[in-house]
């Protein structure tokens, strides 16, 4: 079982920074993807960016060149940094972590609100 805590979300101007984190505790696989999601109100839940245990990430075409996901494996971390955000950035920000060894396993924080106004 993986429990998910994230952290740093809150309120912001346009043009501002923040910085979410995400601790992970339990069982991480040796082969994972540790991303973070959001969900704004009457919206889905769409993928922000996500980053492998190899080191590729990927990034919502939105978010590209403003937000950057790292992580610290060895702390069972994941980070993101948001620059330059915009009032439609507001959303619950969500960890995600994929176990894709020896079984999938799929594990969801509890959200974190990013709001962006003025």
């Known amino acids: 079982q993986v429990q998910l805590v994230e952290s740093g979300g809150g309120w912001v101007q346009p043009g501002g920074s923040l910085r979410v984190s995400c601790a992970a505790s339990?069982?991480?696989?040796?082969?994972?993807?540790m991303g973070w999601y959001r969900q704004a109100p009457g919206k889905q839940r769409e993928l922000v960016a996500s980053?492998?245990?190899?080191?590729?990430?990927t990034y919502a075409s939105s978010v590209k060149a403003r937000f950057t996901i790292s992580r610290d494996s060895a702390k069972k971390t994941v980070y993101l940094q948001m620059n330059s955000l915009k009032p439609e950035d507001t959303a619950v920000y969500y960890c995600?972590?994929?176990?894709?060894?020896?079984?999938?396993?799929?594990?969801w924080g509890q959200g974190t609100q990013v709001t962006v106004s003025s």
């Open positions: 995600n972590v994929q176990n894709l060894v020896p079984t999938w396993g799929g594990y």
């Open positions: 339990g069982s991480i696989s040796s082969v994972n993807v």
């Open positions: 980053i492998a245990s190899g080191g590729t990430t």
